[in-house]
């Protein structure tokens, strides 16, 4: 005889949902592990009144100056992009595992997309940071698509469970 929570169509899954975990990560991750702030306060260019603008106001006069090196202005202005790259990309991250979470997608499949993308996403971060050599920074072009193709698996998944498939 079933349960009544069985007839309702409620089961109890014993895979852990992570998305909510997912979430945080990949918020500190794109605004604040990989926010050039802390390395502008390190090399001394930090200005506190406009940072958006700290590169472009102080960038070329702290390597004119000898306070910071051209690479090192470099790898900062790669910083700068990789993490408003990660705040732009945040948020079909979000949309994707809202839909394929609130549409019911297995929480192995969920689990396994999120963890794709965390892998393609801090692999990325880190190849755009220190990455110089334009042949090698080919290497960034992949991974932000394997990021990208994780959303998409967990928005087929979405559609296909919505749907009545699989």
């Known amino acids: 005889m079933a349960s009544l929570a069985t007839s309702l169509g ?41 940072p958006r603008y700290d590169l472009i106001k102080y960038g070329e006069a702290a390597v004119k100056s000898g306070k910071i090196t ?33 549409s019911g997608v297995d929480r192995h499949l969920v689990n396994r997309w999120s963890l794709a993308y965390t892998v393609a996403r801090i692999a990325y971060g880190i190849s755009y940071i220190l990455i110089e050599r334009r042949r090698l920074a080919q290497i960034r072009g992949v991974l932000w698509w394997a990021g990208n193709v994780s959303c998409f698996g967990l928005l087929w998944g979405a559609y296909t469970k919505s749907n009545g498939r699989i």
């Not at 390395?39 to 406009?50: A, R, V, W």
């Not at 090192?72 to 700068?80: A, D, I, K, S, V």
Request: with cysteine.
């Open 10 to 50: 409620l089961r109890a899954s014993a895979t852990i949902n992570y998305a909510p975990a997912y979430l945080a990560f990949h918020f500190i991750w794109a605004y604040g592990i990989l926010s050039s702030r802390t390395l502008k306060q390190i090399y001394g260019i930090d200005h506190q009144e406009s």
């Open 70 to 102: 051209r690479s090192q202005l470099n790898m900062l202005q790669r910083c700068e992009s990789a993490s408003a790259n990660s705040v732009e990309n945040y948020t079909f991250f979000v949309a994707a595992l809202g839909f394929a979470t609130f």
